[in-house]
Nanobody, 123 residues
Framework: QVQLVESGGGLVQAGESLRLSCAKS????????MGWFRQAPGKEREFLAA????????LYAESVKGRFTISRDNTNNTAYLQMNSLKPEDTAVYYC????????????????WGQGTQVTVSS
């Protein structure tokens, strides 16, 4: 079994930063591509970023490129999403996900999901 637990969400003001963490338990962390998604009320789940397990190739959505940075620590079985210059439109529930393939923006490729952490950005 693979379990993912997100943390680090909260309420911040526009322009501030947050770092989300995703702790993975179960099968070997380093074999999985890790991804971050978000879902705002009434909207579809949106891909943000992914990082591969082998050579750490990264993939970003255009909407967050330059503001968000994905990273991983295979020693501590944790993935991170550093979010800078947050905007009110970044308000959503943020999810981490894992898949055994290459980094991709397709939610259907990810077989494991966390429960999500709320991020609220006030103006």
């Amino acid at each position: 079994q693979v379990q993912l637990v997100e943390s680090g969400g909260g309420l911040v003001q526009a322009g501030e930063s947050l770092r989300l963490s995703c702790a993975k338990s179960g099968r070997t962390f380093s074999w999985y591509t890790m991804g971050w998604f978000r879902q705002a009320p009434g909207k579809e789940r949106e891909f943000l970023a992914a990082i591969g397990w082998r050579d750490r190739i990264t993939l970003y959505a255009e909407s967050v490129k330059g503001r968000f940075t994905i990273s991983r620590d295979n020693t501590n079985n944790t993935a991170y999403l550093q979010m800078n210059s947050l905007k009110p439109e970044d308000t959503a529930v943020y999810y981490c996900a894992a898949n055994q393939g290459l980094p991709t923006s397709q939610p259907s490729a990810y077989g494991y999901w966390g429960q999500g952490t709320q991020v609220t950005v006030s103006s």
